[in-house]
Every structure is written in structure tokens, then in C-alpha cells.
């Protein structure tokens, strides 16, 4: 038993371009292989804890893409870890795309449920020993204990409304679901 | 050979009900049954199953329940019962013991091969039910040796079970009856839930399902969802046959001592690997059972029927903190996994170009194909399609297209 929230047909605009989404739906019902995208970072070694990751390249609908712009996100340790904190932590990069993932996907469901977004905010705050990754004690992972998401909306919508939009958001999120199953990882020399 | 307008595959509640309407449109005929008429209730559910919808919810084309508890929910010998009065009543012509080997296209119409001779027809009805083989995920291929593992059609009863710990993945209706039981019989019980739709058995002094075929919920069709793909997707309600508890929810079930983690993701080095998005799929959930009593409320303002009580809401679904991630397999905490983790068709004895890139059985509203129909599978035309209830008023749709076309493929 499902009991959907409407889509309404106000004009709201949250900058996303829902018709083409599922439009693009529809075009992925027709031809499954064309959804397989695959995405990827490089990252180089600069100096100790410093290395920059350099993004392009995708392939998706079949071929490769290039973008017009190459991203480059940079990752660093700091001081207190005797490090040159010219950059965020890897584990403080992967909270930044949690919350980008599911900020973007609540903006996304948001139109699609005719909901006008004012603001929103998502605050998000992850839990580490580092004893973990010291090799201290076998017992404490290396990695987050605990990841906490605390969402600043305001919107045009009741409260039930905004939780539905909240939790829509994680059920589709990729970010969320490869924090929160396990996902098979291949790492090489070439 | 053979030959016969009509046949009609299983001899359960969709096939009776096909067979009732055929018959009063002067449809000739035949049910075919591997078994006996009701077989998969007599043998392939566990011994404990009631209906989750009360006996005076047991519709049927020109049959209904009549004894003296309308409140009721059948247990299975009950079911039993009721579907061979319905057989008798309706003199349905049925061919018991009669397995179907194999059934392919054949000129203008079909050729159904059985363990007891062929027959060929100008239309056929597939009735063989929607939950014929249990759905596995595909880390149950990597359980270790020495745990014991049963699917929702081989558990019977605790009894069957080693003592000590179980695992059941899936709390749809079968995940949760079968950890209620198998915690109430003294083992520690593990419930995986992932995706779940939490429902009250009665509300404002009615039974939901009162309130389901009231509202209209049952009859909505089509056209009154988005995506009728995924409502054939979802997970059964965890509901149970009987009045006397409201909920057979995850809190329920933790206060009986159970305990709840997230949906089992992965097997992987002996160790299980539940799902962090446990707390998600409760919001989901206990959102989407506040959706469906908001509606309600807004039919019962609307209808005014007699005698309810006041509006309710309910605690949400407690979400232990932090739940249990990963358990090791070979540490003896679980003796044995049930996996409750859904049912789907057995269709490997149909022979044609009729099934979508998933293996599916494609039908549009139950027609497959010239000739070729579907009956008693999930939100086939309605929400209450896989019901005893919602299987009748498909069977007439679709026996007054097998009239119109008289078996006649040009159409």
C-alpha cells in the first residue's frame, strides 16, 4: 500500500529540470545500457598528506563525455595531525558529499512534489577514533562511527511535508547508500 | 488431443473465480490443477497462517462467506474450505492432479501439455499464483555451512527450527508473523528490515481492511498511481491475522525482545552486513502509515460513517541507536536464517515471447497476449488484484473479454 504525495502543477522552480529527468526515464526504460555511466578522479601525490584529485572525463549514454571545465578537489591533514592543513580530510570530503548528494536530491523530489525550496542547509557531522587508523586497537574501525545529518529547510510546505522530502532524498541518494551499504572496492597497481 | 475453448490454469482462488465466470457466460471449459483445488494453501504456507483480510473479505463471483464469525480470519484448513465450497458450489470443472509440463503457441491458439495428456485451446488463463517460488537475494548464496536456512515456503513451524538464534530477513506480513512466533517460542530472533509498510490491524474501532474496501483503496486502479510497477514491488503490510494485537510492527516486535536491524546488504567473509539506512526506512515507513490514515480521515469526514472512534496517531517506529552493522556468521549467534524476503510466479512452463527484460510475465491489466491472459498477480488491475477479495472483479473483466473475442485471435 503506497500513498504518494501529488505532483502538483504549480509553477515552482528549485533550478531543476524535473521534465527532462523523467524524460530521461523513459528513454532509460527503452535502453537500459545507455544508464551505465561510469565516473572517475585522479589524484596525484604533492607533498606528504597533500594531493589534489583532478576531474573530467565520464561515460555515460554510451560514450565518453568530456566537460568544459576540469574540477580539481584538494585534501590535506591538519596541523594537530603534524600536517600542512592546506586542504579538507578525505573523511571531511566524503561528509561534504553526503550532504551534497542529498541536498541536490531534496531539491530534485522538492519540485517534483510542487514544493518551492527558500533555503536549505544540511549540517552534517561525522564521529571518528583515530585510534582506528593508528592501529591501536582492532576493535575501533578506521572510519566513522556514527554520520549525523541535521537539515535546515524552509520551503513552502508543512512540516510532515518536509520530513517526506528528507527521507525521499536519502532513499535515492548514491552518496547515502554507499555510506550505508557495503560496496565492493578493487584497488590495483598498474 | 484435447480440444476446448477455454483452460484455465490453477485451481485457486483466481481459477475458480475464472471458472465461476466463464461458466455463467456459457464459456466451455476447463481448470487445470497440479494438486488439489487450493493447493498452495493446503501445502506450501506455514502452519500458523491466517488470512490478513476478515472472513466476511472473502468475496468471491457468486460466493461469499456465511458462517457465523464475519470478523474472523480463516486459517488455512478454513481457506481450504471455502475455496472447495466455492469449487462445488460453482461446479467449476477442474482437473486435479494434472501438472502443466509445457505450453506453447499453436496456430490460432494454445497447446497445453500435462503429465496427463495434451489439450489445445483458443484462449487460456494463467491462475497459477503469485507466489509460487520464494525470491532469494543474492547474498544468500554466500551464508556458511552449518547455519540452516529455510524459505517462507519450507518453514512450517518453530518446531522445525534448532535452538538457538535466527536471523529472518524481511519484515513484510511473512517476516514479522514468523519472528513473532519464533521469538514467542523462546529462540533470540534477528529481524532484517529494509523497506517495510507498517500498519494498524484496527483503527478508530475498525479493522483496516473495513477501512481499505470503505475508502475505495482496494478498488484504485491504474490510474490512480504513478508507477503501478512499483506498487507491485511493495512489500505486504506487516499485518496478522487476528484482532487482538493492534500492531505485528518492528516496535512490537522489539518489545517481545526481538531485535531489529537493517536490511542485509551483503555476506561477505562469514560476516552479515546489515544496512545503516535502518532509521530511513522507518521514517519512510511510519510516513507512509500516516499518509494512509490521513486519507482515511479525510473519507471518513467526508462518508460519516457510524460508530467511530476518534482520530489516532501513533508512536513512531523506535530505531535502536546505534544498530548492530555486522554480525560474524561463524560465531554461532544464528543457528538459522529464514529468508522472508518475497515470493514470485513460476511461469518456466510458458514457452512464448511474453516476458519483460526481468523475466516477468508482460501483461497490459492482465492481457498477455491474443488469447493469452494473467489472473491473481500483484495490482494486476487493482490494488486487491492478488486478493480472494479483488480476484473476482478481474476474473469477469477478463471473462467478458474471452467472451468478446470468443477466441477469436484477430482482435
Known amino acids: 500500500m503506497t500513498f504518494e504525495t501529488k505532483i502538483s502543477g504549480a509553477p515552482v522552480d528549485n533550478g531543476v529540470d524535473t521534465a527532462s529527468l523523467i524524460g530521461a526515464r523513459a528513454a532509460f526504460e527503452q535502453a537500459p545500457e545507455a544508464a551505465s555511466f561510469t565516473f572517475r578522479s585522479s589524484c596525484d601525490w604533492i607533498t606528504g598528506t597533500q594531493n589534489r584529485n583532478t576531474l573530467n572525463g565520464y561515460f555515460g549514454l554510451g560514450q565518453e563525455h568530456a566537460r ?107 552518496v547515502f547508500d554507499m555510506l550505508t551499504n557495503p560496496t565492493n572496492v578493487v584497488v590495483e597497481v598498474a | 488431443m484435447k480440444r476446448i475453448q477455454t483452460i484455465v490454469i490453477g485451481a485457486g482462488q483466481a481459477g475458480l473465480a475464472m471458472s465461476h465466470c466463464l461458466s455463467e457466460r456459457g464459456i466451455a471449459h476447463v ?36 458462517g457465523p464469525d464475519p470478523d474472523g480470519f480463516m486459517s488455512l484448513p478454513q481457506v481450504v474450505r471455502h475455496l472447495s465450497d466455492y469449487a462445488r458450489a460453482s461446479r467449476a470443472p477442474v482437473e486435479e492432479r494434472t501438472r502443466v509440463t509445457s505450453v506453447t503457441i499453436d496456430g490460432g491458439g494454445y497447446r497445453v501439455a500435462t503429465d496427463r495428456g495434451d489439450w489445445a485451446c483458443r484462449s487460456l488463463v494463467i491462475a497459477s499464483g503469485a507466489c509460487n517460488l520464494a525470491s532469494l537475494p543474492a547474498c544468500a548464496a554466500g551464508l556458511p555451512d552449518g547455519i540452516a536456512q529455510f524459505t517462507a515456503l519450507q518453514y512450517r513451524g518453530p518446531a522445525q527450527l534448532a535452538a538457538g538464534g535466527v536471523l529472518i530477513v524481511g519484515a513484510s506480513a511473512t517476516g514479522v508473523q514468523l519472528a513473532a512466533e ?74 517481545a525482545g526481538v531485535e531489529i536491524v537493517g536490511r542485509l546488504s551483503a555476506i561477505r567473509d ?69 529468508w522472508a ?27 498477455v497476449a491474443p488469447g493469452l491472459y494473467a489472473l491473481g498477480l500483484p495490482f494486476l488491475r487493482r490494488r486487491n488484484s492478488a486478493l480472494i477479495d479483488g480476484v473476482g472483479a478481474d476474473a469477469a473483466h477478463l471473462a467478458d473479454h474471452i467472451a468478446g473475442t470468443r477466441g477469436r485471435l484477430a482482435a
Not at chain 1, 541536490?104 to 512534489?113: D, E, W
Not at chain 2, 488439489?36 to 491466517?50: K, Q
Not at chain 2, 524476503?341 to 492481457?367: C, I, N, Y
Request: glycine content about 8%; charged content about 25%.
Open chain 2, 182 to 255: 519464533i521469538r514467542a517460542a523462546g529462540h533470540a530472533v534477528t529481524l532484517a528490515a529494509g523497506e517495510h509498510v507498517r500498519m494498524p490491524r484496527h483503527y478508530r474501532g475498525r479493522d483496516i481492511q473495513w477501512w481499505m474496501d470503505r475508502a475505495g483503496i482496494h478498488d484504485a486502479g491504474h490510474d490512480a498511481v504513478d508507477d503501478p510497477e512499483r506498487v507491485r514491488r511493495l512489500p505486504s503490510a506487516q499485518l496478522a491475522g487476528t484482532s487482538e494485537r493492534r500492531f505485528f510492527d518492528l516496535n512490537s516486535l522489539q518489545d
Open chain 2, 31 to 66: 481448470v487445470i490443477e497440479r494438486g488439489e483445488v487450493a493447493n498452495s494453501w493446503r501445502h506450501e504456507r506455514w502452519d500458523s497462517l491466517r488470512l490478513l483480510t476478515p472472513n466476511w473479505q472473502s468475496r468471491l463471483p457468486g460466493f461469499a462467506y456465511a
Open chain 2, 341 to 367: 524476503t518475497g515470493f514470485r510466479p513460476d511461469h518456466g512452463w510458458l514457452h512464448a515471447p511474453v516476458f519483460d527484460r526481468k523475466g516477468r510475465l508482460a501483461h497490459r491489466e492482465g492481457v
Open chain 2, 270 to 338: 562469514g560476516q552479515a552486513l546489515f544496512s545503516g539506512a535502518l532509521a530511513n526506512c522507518c521514517a519512510l515507513s511510519d510516513q507512509k502509515m500516516n499518509r494512509l490514515l490521513a486519507t482515511l480521515d479525510e473519507w471518513a469526514e467526508r462518508a460519516q460513517p457510524e460508530g467511530l472512534q476518534g482520530i489516532e496517531r501513533f508512536a513512531p517506529t523506535r530505531v535502536p541507536n546505534p544498530p548492530r552493522l555486522t554480525q560474524d556468521l561463524t560465531r554461532g549467534k544464528f543457528r538459522t536464517v529464514i
Open chain 1, 68 to 174: 568544459k571545465q576540469t574540477f580539481t578537489i584538494a585534501s590535506d591533514h591538519p596541523e594537530v595531525f603534524h600536517a600542512a592543513d592546506t586542504a579538507p580530510t578525505p573523511p571531511e570530503i566524503l561528509l561534504s558529499a553526503l550532504a551534497s548528494c542529498l541536498t541536490g536530491g531534496l531539491a530534485a523530489v522538492a519540485q517534483h512534489r510542487g514544493i518551492k525550496l527558500h533555503a536549505a542547509r544540511a549540517i552534517v557531522e561525522g564521529d571518528i577514533d583515530v585510534r582506528g587508523i593508528l592501529g591501536m586497537d582492532p576493535d575501533i574501525r578506521n572510519g566513522f562511527s556514527a554520520i549525523r545529518v541535521r537539515f535546515e529547510i524552509s520551503a513552502d510546505a508543512s512540516d510532515a511535508e518536509i520530513a517526506a522530502l528528507v527521507a525521499q532524498s536519502q532513499k535515492r541518494s548514491a
